[in-house]
């Protein structure tokens, strides 16, 4: 897995250096709205991403979204991540909180990170305060809004690529689809592509940013997020995200130069085809309280960045999160599959196992590893910033440790086996083949925990 994501990262910079390379020192052009080719690029070129203006979303719920924002920042329950990028550690310059289902994870970057529930039905979650309840509730309401503006929005778009817009494109509103539309769904596959299960909270005010990297294609300025896809998500679903520019006294640095073309006072939306040269980038303005979606498979064909405004800004990033293996309940499975191979899990310094194939052995201990370096670690080292809002991960995470022990204590009499200290069988051919077997796994699975634990070295502290 580690060396993939790592095969990955290589292949988006040796892209991002061909394409700088070609470039030279020009810069690709990009449009705003106040371009009069804008909406004729957004149509032909962006169709699948839609803005929703402030003014369409129902007022009471802009009062309590933006309200919960300003809630959890006075409880401190933003932090910027530790994300391992390049083979370097680095804090992201943007605060995060994940809410969303119970039990929920989302992984970036290498980083995994633990939803903070929000109360769905039947659920019973302790918070540590009312507000802090009150701004789950709130985010769980706006992300209900979201996912019903979605369906509509994606059977909107359905029609709109049969009929002829006689207004044509107006911003703000649904651009034309062009050929490149939608395929027609049933409604059982357009509602798995728009069940958002969670969403990433951001915070970031620029003007306590000693340091923002500069857009590097389009001349488009300082950027508190640079040029990605977001990733871990079910293949096709929207991403759906409401923005929270806060008001206050605008300061201009007249020593910066302004980019060409978009107002650098507005946070902005950047777009672009991945790794295309030839088709001009889109700068959206956003405004207090609008929403924009990422329809269908834009995340997979275009890239965004987050141009930075002069104010700060929050934002509510809804996504239907690939969670295969990423629930609390897959992972408790995974143990139970482990710990199968135990006669008596009751008395682990009496341990005997069911079999010591080692096909057995090896899934054995990658599950082993998979609970220490995926979830232990990764929880402990994020560990106190859950406890600002809710206890809730802390019970199954103890439970998770006493299982990981238990699978320590499996990992310690098979290395007593294979030094001849544990069970014996009469030598024969079947012991060694068992032996030379199970050497070749062993060394394969302690070559993969060095590899992770200088990976996470640097990016987890203390030993679980």
């Known amino acids: 897995m580690k060396r ?8 988006r910079e040796a892209k991002k250096q061909k394409l700088l390379k070609e470039l030279g020192n020009r810069w690709l052009p990009y449009l705003t709205p106040k371009d009069a080719e804008f909406h004729q690029l957004w149509q032909e070129n962006y169709s699948k991403l ?3 203006e402030a003014s369409r979303i129902p007022d009471f719920l802009h009062k309590e979204v933006q309200q919960a924002f300003l809630t959890l920042r006075k409880h401190g329950c ?3 991540d530790l994300v391992r990028i390049k083979g370097k550690n680095l804090l992201t310059p943007v605060s995060r909180l994940l809410i969303g289902n119970p039990g929920y994870t989302y992984k970036y970057l290498n980083s995994r990170l633990f939803t903070v529930p929000w109360p769905v039905e039947g659920s ?3 918070y540590t305060e009312d507000e802090i309840f009150a701004a789950c509730t709130a985010f769980f309401k706006l992300n209900d809004y979201l996912q019903k503006d979605t369906i509509q929005a994606l059977n909107k778009l359905h029609l709109i690529k049969s009929e002829q ?5 107006i911003f703000g509103m649904i651009p034309e689809f062009s050929k490149s539309g939608l395929d027609m769904e049933d409604d059982r596959e357009l509602k798995k592509r728009t069940a958002y299960n969670l969403t990433l909270l951001n915070y970031m005010d620029p003007q306590k940013m000693s340091y923002l990297k500069e857009e590097p294609y389009f001349g488009m300025g300082k950027m508190a997020v640079s040029w990605h896809h977001d990733e871990n998500l079910v293949e096709r679903s929207t991403v759906a995200v409401y923005s929270y520019s806060c008001e206050g006294p605008e300061v201009i640095d007249e020593e910066e130069p302004n980019p060409e073309g978009r107002d650098p006072a507005l946070w902005h939306v950047g777009l672009k085809i991945a790794w295309d040269i030839e088709t001009p980038g889109l700068a959206v303005p956003l405004r207090q309280g609008d929403c924009y979606l990422m329809l269908d498979d834009l995340n997979i064909t275009h890239q965004h960045c987050v141009l930075a405004g002069l104010q700060p800004r929050f934002s509510s990033t809804h996504r239907v999160a690939e969670c295969s293996v990423g629930t609390l309940d897959y992972i408790l499975k995974q143990c139970q599959l482990a710990m199968q191979n135990v006669w008596d899990e009751k008395e682990p310094k009496t341990m005997h196992l069911r079999s010591l194939e080692p096909l057995v052995v090896k899934q054995g201990e990658e599950i082993h590893n998979e609970v220490e370096f995926e979830w232990l670690r990764q929880f402990w080292f994020h560990g106190h910033r859950y406890k600002k809002c809710t206890d809730w991960w802390h019970l199954p995470m103890s439970e998770l440790e006493g299982l990981w022990k238990k699978m320590e204590c499996v990992h310690s009499h098979i290395n007593c086996v294979l030094e001849g200290k544990g069970r014996r069988w009469d030598k024969g051919k079947k012991e060694n083949e068992f032996l030379n ?7 394969i699975i302690i070559h993969h925990l060095q590899e992770s ?3 996470e070295k640097g990016s987890q502290v203390g030993k679980v």
């Open 4 to 11: 993939m994501e790592g095969t990955s990262e290589l292949g």
């Open 50 to 52: 839609m803005l929703r």
């Open 78 to 80: 933003l932090f910027q």
């Open 124 to 126: 019973s979650i302790k």
């Open 165 to 169: 817009n006689e207004d044509g494109t």
């Open 437 to 443: 077997s199970f050497s070749s796994i062993n060394a």
């Open 453 to 455: 634990y200088l990976d």
